[in-house]
């Protein structure tokens, strides 16, 4: 069975269970609550949040590594790497607005006793906030958990490592090593969620009941049509105003790769695939599809950054709290920072979820009432990710035409 499939058998288990020990025997719920549910949820969470300080470092300071080859920082790396940032922000300011507007964890009567919110009661001035980025010591901003210091941490050396080059491979090889090892143990976590999600929805649904069900039914409608509306209005745009060209031929050429993608919910896994589709189908050149395709499986993640949007503003308002403006922001910088080092594999959206609710102090278990619904999101999402890479290369083909020459081609 796939993990997809035990994902999915978790979750109808553990709302089933949860439900009919709420509605037959309290008593008994609240035994197996104590013995069963909420240790293999805990535990769950407590591996997802034991990877992301290691992952959040290695994988930003390899990706700006990336960014930083010489090689490709000219025309079309500036403009692929402004569209990406420029759509990632457009994608979760779509999200932040629609949980905004529907509020879906509002009224969902979660029983949320003993959670514990950190974040700020008022908003911090933002000359404060911005000069508070820079760690004066990177080792207690890992310690603490201090995710926006950790990604500055992360840029630095990336530039560094660039800048030294041939100096440094060693060490760039061990960051490449180092990723390696985590991205192992991303899907050695991700065989547990099955388990965490049976525990964790356990939980949610004997101890809210009916309420929580319609709240994370209407996260997932909200998330769905944030994506719908970011591919429609974001990539359509860019096909039929940057590039010139049909969406609706731009979707029947590129629809091969999204069906991967969707299947796989893997950008880097679907790479391939997709560069075929759009040298072949959409008459992308290879130089440029080899160069902005794998560039956006590293970096251009908007349908990760929509779940994540979403997801935080659901989970504080599950929790009863009102994000300020200054926090809203730092959700919005800290998501498409994090988009930069999203490895392109199952999961990982995820712990860079546990990351985004970090910093602003909210409390990382929110993610179990998300956690059985987000393998089908996260198929989804996956193939909103490789489509908007695929939109950025036709734009750019399309922009450099009339400075192709065969030493670009």
């Avoid at 069963?36 to 591996?47: E, H, M, N, R």
């Avoid at 010591?137 to 560094?160: K, R, V, W, Y």
């Avoid at 490895?343 to 979820?353: E, K, N, R």
């Avoid at 910093?359 to 999101?377: A, F, K, T």
Wanted: hydrophobic share 50%.
């Amino acid at each position: 069975m796939s993990l997809t499939k035990k994902i999915l058998l978790g979750l109808g288990l553990g709302a089933i269970v949860g439900l009919i020990l709420n509605l037959t025997s309290p008593t008994i719920f609240e035994y197996a609550n104590n013995w069963v549910f909420v240790p293999l949820g805990q535990i769950f969470l407590g591996l997802i949040k034991m990877l992301v300080v290691p992952i959040v470092l290695v994988s930003i300071t390899l990706g700006v590594a990336g960014l930083g080859d010489p090689k490709k920082l000219g025309r079309i790396g500036a403009k692929t790497i402004t569209y990406f940032i420029a759509t990632t922000t457009i994608a979760i300011t779509i999200a932040i607005a629609l949980a905004s507007i529907f509020k879906p964890g509002s009224g969902g009567g979660f029983n949320t006793e003993g959670a514990t919110y950190e974040g700020a009661t008022s908003a911090p001035p933002f000359m404060e906030t911005l000069i508070g980025i820079i760690p004066t010591n990177p080792f207690t901003a890992m310690n603490d958990a201090n995710m926006l210091q950790i990604i500055a941490f992360s840029i630095f050396i990336g530039l560094a490592l660039t800048v030294l080059g041939e100096k440094t491979k060693g060490i760039l090889n061990l960051f490449e090593q180092a990723n390696e090892i985590l991205m192992y143990l991303v899907h050695l976590v991700m065989r547990t969620a099955p388990y965490g999600t049976f525990g964790l929805i356990a939980t949610a649904i004997g101890g809210q009941g009916y309420a929580a069900i319609k709240a994370m039914i209407g996260y997932f409608l909200i998330v769905l049509a944030a994506l719908l509306i970011h591919a429609v209005i974001t990539y359509g745009g860019t096909v039929a105003l940057l590039a010139k060209r049909n969406p609706i031929e731009f979707v029947k050429g590129f629809a091969p790769a999204m069906t991967v993608a969707f299947s796989s919910s893997s950008s880097s896994a679907t790479l391939p695939i997709s560069m075929e589709m759009a040298q072949n189908n959409l008459k992308v050149p290879k130089s440029i599809s080899s160069f902005v395709q794998p560039l956006g499986a590293t970096i251009n993640m908007d349908g990760t950054a929509i779940m994540q949007g979403v997801a935080t503003i659901f989970i504080a308002q599950v929790y009863g709290y009102d994000l300020t403006f200054s926090q809203i922001l730092i959700v919005i910088l800290t998501a498409v920072l994090a988009s930069i080092g999203t490895a392109g594999v199952p999961g990982v959206g995820l712990i860079m979820l546990a990351m985004v609710l970090q910093s602003v102090g909210l409390p990382p278990e929110g993610i179990g009432l998300i956690i059985g619904i987000d393998r089908l999101l996260d198929m989804t999402r996956t193939a909103i990710n490789i489509t908007g890479d695929a939109a950025c290369a036709v734009y750019v083909a399309e922009s450099e035409k009339k400075h192709m020459d065969e030493a670009t081609v």
